[in-house]
Nanobody
Framework: QVQLMESGGGSVQAGGSLRLSCAAS????????MAWFRQAQGKEREGVAV????????AYADSVKGRFIISRDNRKNTVYLQMNSLKPEDTAMYYC??????????????????????WGQGTQVTVSS
């Protein structure tokens, strides 16, 4: 059974940092594209960052570019999201997603939540001003 378990969320003041982790079990991520998404209350789920199997291709949503860093450790079967210079508008539930389905390789396509097979339960990030 595939399980993706996010951790590392919490409450932080604006300007602070958090590091999210997504550990996979029952599933090997080394051959899979991985991504982070977020969903604020009352809003649609949006793509944050995506990373290819070996980490050679990385893309970010414009809203987080320059502040967030996605990385992966295939030996640990884990993906990370380092979030710096956090803003109140970053407040959301953050989800890990795995296994990109075939389709457009444009950034918008890579960050389309409908393109991913597996999802974690999410971890809450709250940024106060």
């Amino acid at each position: 059974q595939v399980q993706l378990m996010e951790s590392g969320g919490g409450s932080v003041q604006a300007g602070g940092s958090l590091r999210l982790s997504c550990a996979a079990s029952g599933y090997t991520i080394s051959s899979r594209w991985m991504a982070w998404f977020r969903q604020a209350q009352g809003k649609e789920r949006e793509g944050v960052a995506v990373i290819s199997t070996g980490g050679g291709i990385i893309a970010y949503a414009d809203s987080v570019k320059g502040r967030f860093i996605i990385s992966r450790d295939n030996r640990k079967n884990t993906v990370y999201l380092q979030m710096n210079s956090l803003k109140p508008e970053d407040t959301a539930m953050y989800y890990c997603a795995a296994d990109l389905l075939p389709g457009s390789m444009a950034v918008a396509g890579l960050l389309n939540p409908g393109r991913y097979n597996y999802w974690g339960q999410g971890t809450q990030v709250t940024v106060s001003s």
